[in-house]
């Protein structure tokens, strides 16, 4: 009898504790997918080949009502409304994966409307209150385990260009206008500490999970108290990519997602930088995960970029829209695929890009087109199997809880490029 008791107070303690060293694979799901054309468009349904590789879902993005601070559906169409209703749609997949875990994220730098409120509701406690109540109850409602904070907190300025350049730069300064600066960094570091331990005891009684996204180019040492916060939530993602984007940096291309610092360049600006910010802060290992992106950033080259294509390199802002995304600046993991394969044999196509891998494993893939002509060309720099691999293995390296995938949208979700489909979540799951 005492042996039998034994054994269920352990198998107890084993179903309320997983083992510590499953690995987590976080698969962001971008809504907004929903209406993009033709063979970008990914309804609720294309997930499913996905799921069975991830432990969580997270369904991007919700926001802030700008003037009631409530959590909000950003899309009602789409999110709550009885024709399409994709909130119910996404969590209903837990029927048929059981283990899976489905969080409503909020920001995102998919609520763009009157960005400012997301420090306002920090600097109130009303504001707070309100977003929390709406939030747990929108989750609720929607059969959400839980929330994921993505805050929209100010940004790290761009960089500025080396020196040669500098009446180049006063140019963009004036197109682009500059990075508005966060003169209450402190008020809103506490403010969103308080945001956090609120939350989570809202989220306590309904024993729902609490996780935070950092955001590319927040600086998590201004706005995130580490040992304040760390004990109050489940998972930290650290979106460390965007290092270098063409909307940040018009002028000149560089790895976007460097593992390790290139040569040169500004050392807290790579992945390993950002995840040991949070473990020196005192963060266990195992609650973080790094944030893999299954997306393209482009620029465009000109006559006066280095013709050897290697980064840091000139460039003419950002590179034209894929032919499914349509947005400038950004492909798709299928549309860099695509355009990778030769075609030389299909008259009136453009030249394939060449691809540079790196086999020192530390700073990422690029590939690049020199202009020819009246051809503009092209500078990418992506992850592909081989890099989101690499990443996993360096997250298994140092005891991370796991990887996310940012987004499922932008991997090959239908496997056109070699049949498989979700080629980067796969071979990031299989390096864990
Ligand atoms: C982030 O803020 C800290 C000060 O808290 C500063 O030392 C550091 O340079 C900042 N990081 C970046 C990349 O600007």
């Given at each position: 009898?005492?042996?039998?008791?034994?054994?269920?107070?352990?198998?107890?303690?084993?179903?309320?504790?997983?083992?510590?060293?499953?690995?987590?694979?976080?698969?962001?799901?971008?809504?907004?997918?929903?209406?993009?054309?033709?063979?970008?468009?990914?309804?609720?349904?294309?997930?499913?080949?996905?799921?069975?590789?991830?432990?969580?879902?997270?369904?991007?993005?919700?926001?802030?009502?700008?003037?009631?601070?409530?959590?909000?559906?950003?899309?009602?169409?789409?999110?709550?409304?009885?024709?399409?209703?994709?909130?119910?749609?996404?969590?209903?997949?837990?029927?048929?994966?059981?283990?899976?875990?489905?969080?409503?994220?909020?920001?995102?730098?998919?609520?763009?409307?009157?960005?400012?409120?997301?420090?306002?509701?920090?600097?109130?406690?009303?504001?707070?209150?309100?977003?929390?109540?709406?939030?747990?109850?929108?989750?609720?409602?929607?059969?959400?385990?839980?929330?994921?904070?993505?805050?929209?907190?100010?940004?790290?300025?761009?960089?500025?260009?080396?020196?040669?350049?500098?009446?180049?730069?006063?140019?963009?300064?004036?197109?682009?206008?500059?990075?508005?600066?966060?003169?209450?960094?402190?008020?809103?570091?506490?403010?969103?500490?308080?945001?956090?331990?609120?939350?989570?005891?809202?989220?306590?009684?309904?024993?729902?999970?609490?996780?935070?996204?950092?955001?590319?180019?927040?600086?998590?040492?201004?706005?995130?108290?580490?040992?304040?916060?760390?004990?109050?939530?489940?998972?930290?993602?650290?979106?460390?990519?965007?290092?270098?984007?063409?909307t940040r940096n018009p002028k000149e291309a560089d790895y976007t997602a460097?593992?390790?610092?290139?040569?040169?360049?500004?050392?807290?600006?790579?992945?390993?930088?950002?995840?040991?910010?949070?473990?020196?802060?005192?963060?266990?290992?195992?609650?973080?995960?790094?944030?893999?992106?299954?997306?393209?950033?482009?620029?465009?080259?000109?006559?006066?970029?280095?013709?050897?294509?290697?980064?840091?390199?000139?460039?003419?802002?950002?590179?034209?829209?894929?032919?499914?995304?349509?947005?400038?600046?950004?492909?798709?993991?299928?549309?860099?695929?695509?355009?990778?394969?030769?075609?030389?044999?299909?008259?009136?196509?453009?030249?394939?890009?060449?691809?540079?891998?790196?086999?020192?494993?530390?700073?990422?893939?690029?590939?690049?087109?020199?202009?020819?002509?009246?051809?503009?060309?092209?500078?990418?720099?992506?992850?592909?199997?081989?890099?989101?691999?690499?990443?996993?293995?360096?997250?298994?390296?140092?005891?991370?809880?796991?990887?996310?995938?940012?987004?499922?949208?932008?991997?090959?979700?239908?496997?056109?490029?070699?049949?498989?489909?979700?080629?980067?979540?796969?071979?990031?799951?299989?390096?864990?």
């Amino acid at each position: 009898m005492k042996i039998l008791l034994a054994i269920a107070a352990l198998l107890a303690v084993a179903a309320a504790n997983p083992p510590p060293n499953q690995a987590k694979v976080i698969c962001y799901y971008e809504s907004t997918s929903y209406v993009r054309e033709s063979q970008a468009r990914m309804l609720p349904l294309d997930l499913d080949p996905a799921l069975s590789f991830c432990t969580h879902l997270v369904y991007g993005y919700a926001g802030v009502h700008p003037d009631t601070y409530k959590m909000v559906p950003l899309n009602e169409n789409l999110d709550v409304d009885r024709s399409h209703a994709n909130y119910r749609a996404i969590t209903n997949f837990r029927t048929k994966y059981p283990g899976l875990k489905v969080l409503l994220s909020v920001g995102g730098d998919a609520d763009v409307e009157e960005e400012q409120k997301y420090n306002l509701l920090l600097e109130s406690p009303q504001a707070r209150t309100a977003f929390i109540n709406s939030g747990v109850l929108l989750a609720e409602q929607h059969g959400f385990d839980g929330i994921d904070l993505a805050w929209q907190f100010a940004r790290i300025k761009p960089k500025k260009l080396r020196s040669t350049w500098g009446s180049i730069w006063h140019g963009i300064k004036k197109t682009f206008g500059t990075t508005p600066v966060d003169d209450k960094e402190a008020e809103h570091r506490e403010g969103f500490t308080a945001l956090v331990r609120e939350l989570k005891q809202a989220l306590n009684i309904k024993q729902q999970l609490l996780s935070i996204s950092v955001l590319p180019n927040v600086n998590a040492s201004v706005y995130y108290d580490v040992p304040a916060i760390i004990n109050l939530v489940d998972i930290v993602n650290l979106h460390a990519y965007d290092y270098n984007t063409p909307t940040r940096n018009p002028k000149e291309a560089d790895y976007t997602a460097p593992t390790y610092k290139p040569q040169d360049r500004n050392p807290l600006l790579n992945v390993d930088s950002a995840i040991s910010y949070w473990i020196t802060s005192g963060a266990p290992s195992n609650k973080i995960v790094l944030s893999i992106p299954t997306f393209a950033r482009t620029w465009k080259l000109d006559s006066d970029s280095e013709i050897s294509g290697v980064p840091p390199l000139h460039t003419d802002g950002p590179g034209e829209a894929g032919p499914y995304t349509k947005r400038e600046g950004l492909l798709s993991y299928p549309e860099v695929c695509a355009k990778l394969i030769n075609p030389n044999h299909q008259k009136g196509l453009r030249p394939h890009l060449r691809k540079v891998s790196d086999p020192s494993k530390r700073f990422g893939t690029y590939a690049y087109r020199l202009p020819q002509d009246s051809d503009d060309g092209l500078w990418v720099s992506y992850e592909d199997p081989d890099t989101a691999g690499q990443k996993a293995s360096y997250v298994k390296s140092k005891n991370l809880g796991g990887v996310a995938i940012v987004d499922l949208s932008m991997d090959d979700f239908r496997g056109l490029c070699t049949g498989d489909k979700y080629p980067i979540l796969r071979a990031a799951k299989y390096r864990l």
